[in-house]
């Protein structure tokens, strides 16, 4: 009788082992987004322009890849180029650098510019080497507006300038 009462426990136990609902947490991970920097600038891309008596300005922006933007600059008075820039926004490295090329200055060397500040809609680029300009700000204002500002010791005073555009 002792060996039936053990069977039946044992058939028992192991039926309710085996009935035994497991419950198992899926934690979600949340992957990193690998160019958040750069992400914040998305509003960069596309064409701006402010045109006016003193001339036409006008900055174009690609995205090239997931890392860099490619900006182009040109200011023109009745039709011929006078001042041209190239531009690369990239991150690398969880740093975002503003770098800029242009024709005829520094040996047509490339000059960096790291952001140093990204609140709301500003970014702020600088570089404290560079002779001017050595501050760089982007000011997205509203959806279809931006304010681009350089500032610097120039000829040993305290000057800033203000290009306002819109988005085309």
């Not at 322009?49 to 200011?75: A, M, R």
């Not at 140093?116 to 959806?143: M, Q, R």
């Amino acid at each position: 009788m002792i060996k039936k009462v053990l069977c039946l426990s044992a058939i028992i136990m192991m039926t309710a082992v085996s009935c035994k609902k497991e419950t198992t947490i899926e934690k979600t991970v949340t992957p990193e987004k690998k160019f958040a920097a750069l992400e914040k600038a998305n509003w960069f891309l596309g064409r701006w322009e402010n045109n006016s008596p003193e001339g036409n300005l006008s900055e174009n922006w690609k995205k090239l890849n997931d890392s860099t933007f490619h900006g182009e600059s040109y200011f023109e008075i009745k039709g011929d180029t006078v001042f041209a820039e190239h531009v690369s926004l990239e991150e690398r490295n969880g740093k975002l650098s503003y770098i800029v090329t242009v024709p005829n200055q520094n040996e047509e060397k490339p000059v960096a510019f790291e952001l140093t500040s990204a609140e709301g809609t500003t970014l702020i680029f600088e570089n404290p080497k560079h002779d001017y300009p050595n501050t760089i700000i982007y000011n997205h204002v509203g959806t279809d507006s931006l304010v681009a500002e350089i500032r610097g010791l120039k000829d040993g005073k305290e000057k800033n300038e203000f290009f306002r555009m819109k988005k085309k």
